[in-house]
């Protein structure tokens, strides 16, 4: 027996508090505690947000299970402001990642 839709969103919105603070889970992980691993978690989290905007606009991926189709193909200036900086991020955090060599410590 398939859930009702409002039980299936219920059942989702539980879910945001702890991707958000995943997300803001990588700010004290990369400035406190310097290490490649959350280096690369923290360009992860920044990848995802530049992805996910591009991923709305460009592709039609339709319905994924609960969450319904999302595709929308206009640039709003919100989104714009938020690829920038995404984007910005990410290529920061690539020239942390690559572009730096670390001296032992």
Do not use: C, Q
Request: no cysteine; net charge positive.
């Amino acid at each position: 027996m398939a859930t009702p839709a409002p039980a299936r969103r219920h059942r989702l919105a539980h879910l945001l508090p702890r991707v958000v603070a995943a997300a803001g889970l990588a700010v004290p992980v990369v400035f406190l505690r310097r290490h490649r691993t959350g280096d690369l978690y923290a360009w992860l989290v920044a990848a995802r947000g530049l992805g996910a905007p591009l991923l709305r606009r460009y592709v039609d991926v339709g319905t994924l299970g609960p969450l319904s189709n999302m595709y929308e193909p206009i640039w709003l200036e919100e989104k714009i402001r938020a690829a920038w900086a995404e984007g910005i991020a990410t290529a920061a955090l690539t020239v942390l990642l690559f572009g730096h060599r670390r001296r032992p410590v």
